[in-house]
């Protein structure tokens, strides 16, 4: 039986039970001494041979649970006319006898003793009884896998995977995955290029559950979708551009640590499923909603393994100079995130530094290399500093505005330094520019600076980022939208 | 079975007929867009020579930068001004 509406009860004494409950076992001569005083009539959830006497009426599928908020078992209602009148749950002597009229009920059990959970809230069935029996909200068109279908196979040769296997979104999936926002799925979050088509809240729940999400990792999702598909983050440009750039997705506030989001060792590598599935969910969104796929509208040269995810949090918590989204404006112990688009990680090496003045020196001769030394105030640049290499800093007592100012003192270079043809060399800025006494590599804001990685190396990571400013890409950060 | 949702918008891309290629360009207006990519100019230079020296006429457009879309307006504009448009996608 599989109903679709709200199963009537019978008038009378109804109890919901099941045999896995030790309480429900107990309370089996109560139910027979009813059987003969009253109307009775006994549903069991799990073995339908359970009460062999009186006779259960099977509730395997729950409906008759779920429709009538079964919360725990045994669960005793008195029905009349079709309609509820009163319940009680778990064993107490006073309330059977009450509820049920009859009298010395049960004369050799305690008094009282608490039932157990109904598997109607089981939380391993809850989201499939949601789906079966909750009148599903979702609008999304239905595609029905053939039996002898590999669902997963099927995914790949629709062209919905990234290359690799993505979980099939069942109405199951996705309505758990919505437990995760308060939004309704029918809310319009952003417009997702390339084919720009307003996206569903639903739709985003998709791709969460594709990707590998948690419904506590939606609302980041969603944050991170809306961030990325508007005109300031460009995620068209991004998305078209033969360089190998992709939304990196900067984490911060007390949610990454309650969703478990990686800040520490091995932060931008492999391992946590909420760094990975989060990134993940936003370049589906792209994929498969936007319509964005590589070899059509993505025509990167190279790209980089980011492009399957490039999400991580960082250690705001601990960091001597707060957050990339404090930087951007976000007040501290605010979850927030910032897209930006960047390059897969360059290492900076530097284990001999211990004086910041040389360490910021170290920095500026590495970050003057990204894209080409002899670029300057096209790309801006993430450098994500680990513990080691932030300890040099504070312990002098260096902010991040002092950072970052004595970081890009090192990083202006005259124009006929830079201009095309100099050192023999090509490539370079415009001869417009070949008079001028000095160039920066980064325009203003175009440095920023991430704090996260493991307690143990004198490293940092430098995340170089594509066309900046109103011509391409601006980092946008975002609140969290719970 | 398994019943899976559509992660795709759904939507129906409508197809427009091209219009028929013209058997000459002797007269007609030809839109060159320059999408701001370095050294797109010199290549447009070049065609320009060679459209003019055949008896087309030309028309030149720039983008504002060649990472975003070419703007409505601009579209709208040579879409009204030529008959034939050429774009120089990349260096």
Redo the contacts between chains.
Sequence with gaps: MTASTAPLLPDGIVVVVKRECETCQMVVPVLRELSEAIELHVYTQDDPDFPDAPAAVSDSDLAVSWFHNIETVPTVIRVANGVETNRTAGWMRSAWEELTGVEDLGADLPPMRPGCGSMSVDPDLVDGLRARFGGSTLSSRRIEVAAAEDEFEMMFARGWTDGLPVVPPTDARVMAMLEGTGRAPSDIVTVVPPNLDEITVEKVAIAAVMAGCKPEYLPWVLTAVEAACNDEFNMHGVLATTMPVSPVIVCSGPGTRAIGMNSGGNALGQGNRANLTIGRALQLVVRNFGGGRPGEVDRATHGHPGKVSFCFAEADDTSPYGSLAVEHGIEPEVDALTVFAGEGPQGFVDQLSREPESLASSMAARLQAIQHPKLVMMFDAIVVMGPEHARVFAAAGWDRNRILTEVNSHLNRPGTDLVRGAHGITEGVPEAFGEAESLPKFRPGGLMLAYAGGGAGLFSQIIAGWVNGDKGSKPVTRAVQY | ???????????KVVERERLARPASLVGLTVGLLDISKPRGDVFLDRIEQRLTGIGANVKRYIK??F???APVDLRHQIATECQVVIEAL?D
Excluded: E, V, W
């Design positions: 079975m398994t019943t899976i949702l559509d992660p795709t918008s759904g939507r504002p930068t990472a975003k879309l990349a």
